[in-house]
């Protein structure tokens, strides 16, 4: 059901974007600068999608979650409590952002055949900001041109 797939899609979001916030406040290394200003855009660019979301849950007749409880038992990002160095944290974040491409694509094609076409616009959307993330973090980690 679409709003089931919603509602993981912002407890994952969320968790998304708390993690991003925890890797811009805690990451260090000689591209501190670089590092700290692309994890600020990356939280903050992912949780202002939060409340559309949650809008759309409520759009399809649904309550949307709203407390760390259920986000933890919806969400498919896991939670970091470590602090990894930074070409981990990047790594992860690659990952990360991977799960949510495969997620925002996967509820495309739902919302598509749901035939609910501003969710399916809205998920394209998303796969847009994910991949150009996931572009960014590659030549962030990209030790070698091939």
């Known amino acids: 059901m679409l709003s089931d797939d919603l509602k993981i899609l912002l407890a994952s979001t969320e968790a998304f ?7 811009h406040w805690n990451i ?10 692309f994890y ?3 939280y903050t ?13 409520r759009v399809l007749g649904s309550y949307a979650p709203a407390s760390l409880t259920r986000y933890a038992e919806l969400s498919i990002i896991e939670d970091q409590t470590l602090i990894p160095r930074a070409e981990l944290m990047f790594t992860e974040t690659y990952v990360d952002i991977q ?5 925002v694509v996967a509820m495309f094609d739902i919302a ?12 394209a ?3 847009d900001f994910y991949g150009k993330k996931a572009w960014m ?8 041109r091939e």
Do not use: C, W
């Open 125 to 127: 959307e998303l796969q």
């Open 99 to 103: 799960k949510m491409i495969e997620l």
């Open 17 to 23: 974007s708390l993690k991003s916030r925890n890797f």
């Open 137 to 144: 973090v590659r030549s962030i980690l990209k030790k070698e």
């Open 28 to 37: 260090e290394g000689s591209d501190f600068p670089q590092y700290h200003a």
């Open 112 to 123: 598509t055949e749901e035939r609910q076409q501003g969710i399916a616009n809205f998920m």
């Open 45 to 57: 660019e992912s949780y202002e999608t939060v409340d559309k979301i949650a809008e759309y849950i």
């Open 40 to 42: 600020e855009s990356l």
